[in-house]
């Protein structure tokens, strides 16, 4: 038995739950929508062909969503660029502050964390792709059609980013351990070999966690979604 | 089927000249448009909400809820004074665009 009331608060909820919008917005698009039925109503539709009518031209849940979204840009550039810097920041400072800092720089495992992981995603999803996410997630929705799908594949970059990433840590530990082996004859170079193992973990987890994580957010943030 | 860009580019001088005859509210906005065009401009009304929150961020107008006749709060739009400027000088833009379109299509071939 369809009770027009229910449909609505029905209809509030899913905007509520899938969107950004705040009440205000919602009372507004409401109103709407019941003058809308009425108008239909007058037609002689009846209550459930009125409110899917108006439901339908009001338009989809994400397409709506999207449309306040774009005035709404919630994180500027600066304050997500600001944010990576400071985390990286204070972890340089502590790093320094223990009076070795040059220690946590070793520019070959550097090299490797980052190429593996820029290297693996160039495979997986080509360069455009990785790039178009890139500007999505820092600039925050453009012009094109924000779908469902293009979010998707923008996350899927940035979650195999953050799974390269900590890989990378792991296939550095592992050739760190190779070289220290290949090495054992000369005592100096067990150092280098460690410091591969155990630094490409570290750049990996940040580059993992302080970055990758952080891309994926910025992409979800304009539009509050149960994904 | 007027295309995309046009319509989205026509929305906010739309808005506000409509708004220049008094305060009005989206459903009577998107119908006014409606019976002006004779149909040609149907909005999506959900797109038009969104129009509504630039124009008033943007301070070309004003919005407060009032409470309508049948008792349910609705939001009334309303021109401000820096809207009605920005709507002159849309007003200059377009007829710019159209003048010269229209000289342009006015030309035949065989003019002397």
Same mark, same amino acid.
Request: proline share 0%; aromatic share 16%.
């Given at each position: 038995m369809f009770e027009l009331n229910h449909a609505i608060d029905a209809w509030r909820r899913r905007l509520d739950q899938d969107t950004a919008l705040d009440a205000d917005e919602i009372d507004e698009l409401e109103d709407h929508l019941r003058m809308t039925i009425d108008a239909r109503l007058v037609c002689g539709l009846d209550e459930q062909e009125a409110f899917r009518q108006a439901a339908d031209r009001l338009g989809a849940t994400h397409l709506l969503a999207r449309e306040y979204a774009k005035g709404k840009q919630t994180m500027t550039l600066l304050s997500k660029v600001s944010g990576t810097a400071f985390a990286l920041g204070l972890l340089a400072l502590a790093a320094a502050a223990g009076g =070795?800092? =040059?220690?946590?720089?070793h520019l070959p495992s550097l090299l490797f964390v980052t190429g593996l992981v820029a290297g693996g995603l160039w495979a997986a999803f080509g360069p455009a792709l990785v790039v178009d996410a890139l500007k999505v997630s820092l600039r925050g929705p453009d012009g094109q059609s924000q779908t469902p799908e293009r979010r998707e594949l923008h996350l899927a970059v940035f979650r195999r980013g953050y799974h390269l990433a900590w890989a990378s840590g792991v296939v550095g530990t592992i050739v760190g351990v190779i070289l220290m082996l290949a090495n054992l004859a000369d005592p100096s170079q067990l150092g280098s070999g460690i410091a591969v193992s155990l630094l490409t973990v570290l750049y990996g987890a940040v580059l993992a966690e302080l970055v990758f994580r952080n891309l994926s957010q910025w992409v979800r943030t304009p539009l509050a979604t149960t994904a | 089927m007027i295309s995309r860009k046009l319509v989205a580019a026509s929305t906010g001088p739309l808005v506000l000249s409509i708004l220049s005859h008094g305060p009005s509210y989206g459903y009577a906005i998107i119908q006014e448009v409606r019976r002006l065009s004779d149909g040609a401009l149907e909005w999506t009304d959900g797109m038009l909400y969104p129009v509504l929150h630039r124009l008033e961020r943007e301070g070309n107008i004003h919005a407060e809820w009032q409470v309508s006749r049948s008792g349910r709060k609705r939001r009334y739009y309303r021109l401000t004074a820096s809207g009605e400027q920005s709507l002159a000088g849309e007003r200059q833009e377009w007829a710019t665009v159209t003048r010269t379109l229209e000289n342009l299509w006015g030309e035949s071939p065989c003019s002397n």
């Open positions: =070795s800092g =040059s220690v946590f720089l | -």
